[in-house]
């Protein structure tokens, strides 16, 4: 009651002030009448703008949250992990999420089972045959909860390494990520590092490949020597200078007429002395739909034709390993 006193007692304090207004005005000129009307209608106008805007105004649920309730809806497991970030680069929110039971012995999670969840809150399970075993490429506990280590970020898009296997087989690498609403899993033979913005590089003891992302997935373009020819020099940066430049590859496929525009792969041998032209010699055979379509010898310093030279066969010469 109190509260509606203090309303009429103003309510009649601005009447008797209007009233002193409109005899104060009355014989002002129309042209200021009107103005007034018209700045009173803008203030009305200005405050019922502000009251809608306050009331539409709605806090946004956190993305997380939408994520957590996702996966909580189809994962029946204690300990659930989310990896969020914008895998499809459409610049909206989504997570990779994966569950399991961790194993001390062997530092991975068992009976592990993967989901993508959609920018929107859809969540959907990544199938996978049998008895799965797997982990991010790098975790410290299974109490970790960040995991952007394991993100590797190539123009918009953004792929999330993972490790998988069967209890008895070796694990496999993957990258994860998303084209539009679809996931894709591409399988390497190492660990993957970022070259540039299109390229990663992945290793093991025999090869180091080279791939180039196109539309999420990613092609194999050059292969050379593994870790084991690596141990062989002093450091990463001198091994990779040892081998021949992307522009020197490209200068090859040109010498030996291959079409700029055929999408090929480039395979480097380790180097070798040949006594008979007297330098270091690195032989490369250039493939593409799975046949060598040329192939030679090169000054490993020069990149120059040295011998066993194959010009381009579109037909193939024989079938690429």
Request: charged share 25%; hydrophobic share 35%; with cysteine.
């Amino acid at each position: 009651m109190k509260k509606i006193m203090k309303r009429n007692q103003a309510g009649r304090a601005v009447a008797a002030v209007l009233l002193t207004v409109a005899i104060l005005t009355s014989c002002a000129p129309q042209k200021a009448e009107s103005e007034e009307q018209a700045a009173s209608v803008q203030s009305a106008s200005s405050e019922r703008t502000t009251s809608v805007s306050s009331q539409e105004e709605v806090e946004e649920p956190n993305s997380d949250a939408i994520f957590q309730k996702a996966l909580d809806d189809v994962a029946d497991a204690d300990n659930c992990y989310l990896i969020v970030s914008d895998y499809n680069g459409d610049g909206a929110q989504e997570a990779f999420a994966f569950t399991g039971i961790w194993n001390s012995d062997n530092e991975n999670w068992q009976k592990l089972k993967l989901y993508y969840i959609h920018s929107d809150g859809q969540a959907e399970e990544i199938k996978m045959d049998g008895d799965v075993v797997g982990r991010p490429e790098k975790v410290s506990d299974p109490e970790q909860t960040d995991f952007s280590d394991n993100l590797i970020t190539l123009g918009n898009k953004t792929f999330l390494s993972f490790e998988i296997g069967h209890p008895s087989s070796e694990y496999q690498n993957i990258l994860l990520g998303a084209v539009g609403e679809q996931v894709t899993q591409n399988y390497l033979i190492g660990f993957p590092e970022k070259v540039d913005e299109s390229h990663i590089a992945a290793e093991n003891l025999d090869d180091r490949v080279v791939y180039r992302e196109e539309n999420g997935r990613f092609i194999e373009v050059e292969r050379m020597p593994g870790e084991e020819y690596e141990e062989q020099f002093a450091s990463r940066e001198e091994y990779l200078n040892s081998m021949l430049s992307e522009t020197q590859l490209k200068g090859l496929a040109a010498d030996l007429g291959v079409p700029e525009a055929l999408k090929v792969r480039y395979t480097q041998s380790k180097r070798a002395y040949w006594e008979a032209g007297g330098c270091w010699e690195i032989y490369v055979e250039i493939d593409a739909d799975k046949k060598v379509v040329a192939a030679a010898s090169v000054d490993a310093e020069t990149g120059e034709l040295t011998r066993n030279i194959l010009t381009y066969n579109g037909s193939g010469y024989w079938e690429a390993e």
